[in-house]
């Protein structure tokens, strides 16, 4: 008699949050839309019910004083996650970590496909006996 059950609406319905971020962990790439934007934040929303934080700091590897000169209200964002927490609901984004990244493995890339091919291995040992075998 004296148990209860409790019932709401909301339990019915998966978290949107949860839902998105199942698939996502630090250093996945999201695109959103901003919603708002001030001069050191911008708020970004990912999806239904699920935003991200991009600080100015985090907009370009320049230096960014108003992040309202660089984004405006409806402007598509792509970036990286660098940090969140499902307890608090809040993920913060970089476009400035997400640069890095993709300058990070191109520059790999060159360099995997450049010692593939034989170029940039040259050492001074092949410089003098190239020379030598010249004269």
Known sequence: ERERISLGIKQLDGDPFRDYMA???KGSVVVGEVVAVDAKNVEVKLADEVFA???A????STRVDDASSVYKMGSEVQAMIINFDRKSRFIQISVKA?????????LEQSRKESNESGAGTTNLGDI???KLHRD
Request: proline content about 0%.
């Open 23 to 25: 698939d996502k962990d």
């Open 53 to 55: 934080t991009l600080r």
């Open 57 to 60: 700091n985090d907009i370009s």
């Open 98 to 106: 997400m640069n890095d990244a993709q300058q990070k493995i191109a």
């Open 128 to 130: 003098l006996r190239v």
